[in-house]
């Protein structure tokens, strides 16, 4: 068995950012990319943008190799039309993270867009 057939999958779209804080903390690169479509895109510190699994597990790697220690913030009020979800984080400390959600054929969420900082 592997670390994939053990993931929690999110049922709701509102699980994707508590594990993305626990998989932050613990290292988990493929775990943070599981978190995320195929062709999914997320927003970079230095305002570039990782495309795809491959930059996102780039990304992600690098920011773990430290191993910071991440805080969750405070779930907003998700929306949701159809099978999309605008998610959003209140971070410890001030910023929002803004993320777009989509649920998968199997009924679980994944997210398609990440922002995961901006000032507010």
């Known amino acids: 068995?592997?670390?994939?057939?053990?993931?929690?999958?999110?049922?709701?779209?509102?699980d994707l950012s508590r594990f993305v804080v626990e998989r932050l903390n613990a290292g988990?690169?493929?775990g943070l990319v599981a978190l995320y479509e195929p062709d999914a895109v997320l927003a970079l510190p230095d305002g570039g943008v990782a495309r795809g699994t491959d930059e996102i597990r780039r990304a992600y790697a690098a920011l773990v190799a430290d191993r910071p220690v991440f805080t969750a913030g405070k779930q907003q009020p998700t929306l949701v039309s159809g099978d999309l979800a605008l998610t959003s984080v209140r971070l410890p400390g001030g910023g929002v993270t803004v993320e777009v959600a989509r649920r998968q054929e199997d009924g679980t969420w994944l997210w398609v867009i990440d922002q995961p900082s901006l000032p507010i």
């Open 1 to 14: 068995m592997t670390m994939e057939d053990v993931r929690e999958r999110a049922a709701r779209p509102e």
């Open 28 to 30: 988990d690169v493929e």
